[in-house]
């Protein structure tokens, strides 16, 4: 159970590194995120896109590397 602990922390630390450095690019560039609509409401531009992927994706590092996780009862 400690060594898939231990495989899903490491995926979410990696998928979480992945997604800052697209979510850093793509506010740097916004041009390579598409605009797309969500049916009756209009897509947020694409910084604030990009801004809500980078924090949710350093949110994803932390939580990967065990620094968002609450602490184990005894």
């Known amino acids: 159970m400690k ?3 231990r495989i ?3 995926l979410m630390v ?9 979510c850093t690019w ?5 041009s390579i995120m598409s605009p797309t609509s969500l049916g009756a ?3 947020p531009s694409p910084r604030w896109r990009a801004a ?3 924090v949710f ?3 994803l ?3 990967g590397g065990g620094k968002l996780r609450h602490r184990e009862l005894p």
């Open 3 to 5: 060594t898939l602990h």
């Open 8 to 10: 899903i922390g490491v």
């Open 14 to 22: 990696v998928g979480g590194l992945a997604g800052a450095l697209a």
């Open 26 to 30: 793509a506010l740097v560039d916004p």
């Open 41 to 43: 409401f209009d897509a």
């Open 52 to 54: 809500f992927g980078l």
């Open 57 to 59: 994706s350093i949110a």
């Open 61 to 63: 590092l932390l939580f």
